[in-house]
């Protein structure tokens, strides 16, 4: 058997974590061969990262709401950088174009810059886009149906899969939790992923819109594969090796300034 790389001994952890809630440093020794002291440093990341809790000799789970941020607080960091990656995003946005926004803040930037677009339509399942987009009459909006999450001002298990299945999306505006070669992109929230996965089935061309934090960045659930990832943008801050990586992955990834 191949030897796993920290990115997917990492990937592994959480599952596992997932599954059985607490274990000790000793049961990832076994399971990987490595060192406790290698373990340790895997455990140290994914905390650093919220993804865990370190316990005495071990790690433990957490849930998913004891730390996502709200939508309106994820729209407070780096505000800057966010502006900067959605003005550069909406050069990709034609006339007569339908696109996908979702429920992330840096998908939430992309509002400002749609005004001047012709016969646009904007499928989205974030109330908070769907609100901002009422100041443009002109866009056509269409806003998925089903259960509103209100920490993220979303809308998830959705039921109106016939009427997405019918749509045609030019191209999809996805945030993350984080991205990686071999999960892609990843989020804390099941509901978030189970919801975008449906409607990227429907994108001809998915645009992923992450900030230099979220490379190699992992979160529990997958949504979107690496290879089905056509475009990622990020900003200057971004690590080098992970944007070479994708890019030998076939991701066309472009910095924003």
Known sequence: MAKQS????????????????????????????????????DLKLLAQHRLITRTHGGARAIRNR????????????????KITIARYAARLINDGDTIFIDSSSTSFALVPF?????????VTNSLS???????????????????????SQSVVDLHS????????????????????????LTDISREEADAKQIIHQQCRRTVALLDASKMNRIGQY????????????????????????????????????
């Open 66 to 81: 004891e730390f996502e941020l709200s939508l309106v607080a994820r729209t407070h960091q780096q505000p800057d950088t």
């Open 114 to 122: 749609l005004g001047r677009r012709r016969n646009l339509t904007v």
């Open 161 to 184: 899969i016939g009427l997405i299945q019918q749509l045609r999306i030019t191209t999809g505006f996805f945030g993350a939790h984080g991205i990686s070669i071999r999960t892609g």
């Open 222 to 257: 997958p949504f979107i594969a690496t290879n089905q990832i056509h475009t990622l943008i990020s900003d200057f801050a971004a690590d080098n090796t992970v944007i070479a990586a994708l890019r030998n992955h076939g991701v066309h990834c472009f910095l924003a300034n």
């Open 129 to 151: 886009v769907s609100q901002a987009l009422i100041e443009y009459p002109t866009i056509n909006v269409v806003i998925c149906g089903g259960r509103i999450r209100h920490i």
């Open 6 to 41: 920290g990115e997917e001994r990492r990937s592994a952890i959480l599952y596992a974590l997932e599954q059985h809630n607490e274990l000790p440093i000793e049961a990832f020794v076994q399971q990987f061969t490595v060192s406790a002291a290698t373990i340790r440093n």
